[in-house]
């Protein structure tokens, strides 16, 4: 009776120490035949979207640039002068000398050119602004300029006939006379006396 009731302890030793390995696979097994997904029944697969090597994604709703217009482009690339008439050239066409205000900046090294050739302008109609002197990195020019704000072009032009000058340019800001802009005044024309024309005054 010892001999079995020693067999039967064993058998439980056996049986406890079996029975939680067994469990462990079990549950082992269970965790890997689980599937990764976790949703509830019936839920929808979610989408991976791939990625589209090369793709270009729009960056704006707008629609596409007409190949076309080129406003943008030739506005950005215009030349800030104006032309201006030929020199060389005769015109009987009487000089526009209104609407427009002028005033001579001398740089040149020539004493009295700007209220020299101010006084001749006056003479010929066109409405003047007390002669000043150029200043900063226009102030000594070999040759003339003559800058014009919008709306007093034709005027410019005029003076650049009396002047023999080709070109004319937008007025820049500032402008390089003594005093800076607020000796400007009202005048909407510059010219900017320089070498080439101040003996001529």
Known sequence: MARRGMTRGRARVVV?????ILGACSSKATDQA???DRRP????????????TGARLPTTDAAP????????????????????????TTTTEPLVTTGAVVMVANASN????????????????????????????????????IYVKP???????????????????YMPTPISIRGGPINLGAATIVVMLGADKAGGF
């Open 110 to 145: 020539v004493d009295g050119a700007a209220s020299r050739l101010t006084a001749r302008l006056d003479s010929l109609g066109f409405s003047t602004q007390k002669a000043t002197t150029a200043d900063g990195i226009e102030s000594q020019l070999a040759t003339t300029k």
């Open 16 to 20: 406890g120490v079996i029975l939680p």
């Open 34 to 36: 689980l599937p990764t």
């Open 41 to 52: 029944p019936g839920t929808p697969a979610a989408t991976v979207a791939t990625p589209v």
């Open 65 to 88: 640039a007409d190949p076309s217009d080129t406003t943008a482009v030739t506005q950005a690339s215009a030349s800030p002068t104006i032309p201006a008439p030929d020199p060389s």
């Open 151 to 169: 709306g007093s072009e034709a005027v410019a032009r005029s003076v650049a006939r009396v002047l023999g000058v080709s070109e004319l340019a």
